[in-house]
DNA sequence: GTCTATAGCCAGATAGAC
DNA sequence: GTCTATCTGGCTATAGAC
C-alpha cells in the first residue's frame, strides 16, 4: 500500500515481502498481500523474482545478514569478555527493538527447514566460535572468570538477549503485562543482561 | 502410518496431528498427511474434529497443557529461590528432552496469532507471577539474593532453559557440532544452568 | 515494465454409499 | 464409523495485451 520511499519497484516488493514474510511465516504468507503492499500487481512479483521460494529466500538472506554481523562483533574482536558481553548486549537488544520480528523469523524458518543452514554456513562471514573459545579458556586460565564451557556460554549469552523477543506473546502473559511495560522490560535489559551474565562469571 | 498403541480413532488422528502440526505448523499442516500418519481416512478427520482448525486447536491446547504445570512448579511451591531453579531447570530440561518440539511450536504459534493467548489466561490453570514476585522479593530484604526485578529473574530462567530448543539449528550451526554433541550440551545444561543462574544472585 | 485474465493445481470440506 | 468420489475455493504461476 504504502511505498514509504523505495526508488524502484524491486526494492518495493522486496520490502512488501519482508513484512509479510516475517510476520505471516513462508506457509502463511500471500502473493496478494505482498502485491498489495508493494502497491503493484501480482504478477510483478514473478516477473521479478520468478517464484515465491525464491522471493522468499531474499528476504531470509536480507534477514541473516542483518544479523550475523552483529554476532560476529561479540567472537571476534580483541576486547575482554566483559566488555564483549557489555557490548553485544547494549548493541544487540537495541538492534532487535529496531527489527523485533527477524529472531522468531529465522528460527522459525530454520525449523521448518534446518537443511537451509547448510548453504549459509559457506559464506565467509558465518558466525565461528574459535576465537571465543580460546578467549574464554585463557580467561579462565588467568583466573579472570570462573570455569565455563564456552558453548555454554555462548548459548546462555543468546539465549538471555533473543528469547524475549522470540517469546513475546508467552512473556507478556505470564508476567500479566501490555504492550508499554514489555518495551519498558527490554529496554532495562540493555544493562541487567550484561550485569546478570558477568556476575555469574566473573570472580 | 503407525499406530502404536492408540484404542481408538480419535486418539490416534490426535497423535497423528500433534506430530504434523507440531513439525509444519499449522499454516505448513496438511490433512492428509495426518490421515496417512493415523492411518484413517481424510473425511475421518473432519467426521472427528469438524475442522483443520478445531483439530488444530485440540493439538494446541493439549501442548499447552503439558507445559504450565511445569511453569507453576517453579511459581507456587514454598521451597527457596535457589531450590526452586535448581529443581525446575533439572525437570524443564529432562521434560523438553522428551517432548522436543514443544516449545518451538507454542511459539511458533503465539506469534502467528498472539490473541490465542486470551483464551487460554482464563484457565484457572495458567500460570501467575504474584507470589514468586512476593518470594523474590522477600529474599532480597532478607539479603539472600542480591537485587533483581522477579520479571527479569523469571524471564532469564525461562530463555536459559527453553531458548536452546527453540533454536537448535542455529545453535548446532554456530557452534558447529552435530546432533550428538548438541544432545550432550543439553544434558549438561540440567546443572550447568542452574549453577549460572544461582552464580549470578546469590550474595 | 505493467497490467488483466486465466490456467492449473491443490487443499479443506462434504455427499452419500456401505 | 469408515470409506470413495467430488465439490469448491484459493493460491501460485503464466499468457498475452498494452
Known amino acids: 500500500m504504502a511505498k514509504t520511499k523505495d526508488e524502484n519497484t524491486?526494492?518495493?516488493?522486496?520490502n512488501a515481502a519482508k513484512n509479510v514474510f516475517q510476520s505471516k511465516g513462508m506457509d502463511g504468507a500471500r502473493m496478494q498481500e505482498i502485491a498489495d503492499k508493494a502497491g503493484i500487481n501480482k504478477a510483478m512479483l514473478h516477473y521479478y523474482y520468478r517464484s515465491k521460494q525464491l522471493l522468499f529466500e531474499a528476504v531470509f538472506k536480507n534477514a541473516f545478514a542483518l544479523l550475523a554481523p552483529q554476532l560476529n562483533k561479540v567472537l571476534n574482536d580483541d576486547s575482554s569478555i566483559e566488555d564483549k558481553i557489555r557490548n553485544f548486549t547494549s548493541n544487540y537488544i537495541s538492534f532487535i527493538i529496531k527489527h523485533p520480528y527477524l529472531p522468531a523469523f529465522i528460527i522459525q524458518e530454520l525449523n521448518r527447514n534446518p537443511s537451509f543452514i547448510l548453504k549459509l554456513k559457506q559464506n565467509k562471514?558465518?558466525?565461528?566460535?574459535?576465537?571465543?573459545?580460546?578467549?574464554?579458556?585463557l580467561e579462565?586460565?588467568?583466573?579472570?572468570?570462573?570455569?565455563?564451557h564456552a558453548e555454554q556460554l555462548f548459548i546462555n549469552i543468546m539465549a538471555l538477549n533473543i528469547f524475549p523477543f522470540v517469546a513475546t506473546p508467552l512473556i507478556k502473559a505470564f508476567a500479566n503485562i501490555n504492550d508499554k511495560a514489555f518495551k519498558q522490560l527490554?529496554?532495562?535489559?540493555?544493562?541487567?543482561v550484561a550485569d546478570f551474565i558477568i556476575n555469574s562469571i566473573k570472580i
Do not use: A, C, T, W
Not at 10 to 14: A, K, Q, R, T, Y
Not at 140 to 148: A, G, R, S, T
Open 10 to 14: 524491486e526494492n518495493s516488493i522486496l
Open 186 to 192: 527490554m529496554k532495562d535489559r540493555k544493562e541487567e
Open 125 to 137: 562471514g558465518f558466525p565461528n566460535l574459535e576465537k571465543f573459545k580460546k578467549q574464554v579458556n
Open 140 to 148: 579462565i586460565e588467568q583466573k579472570l572468570i570462573k570455569p565455563i
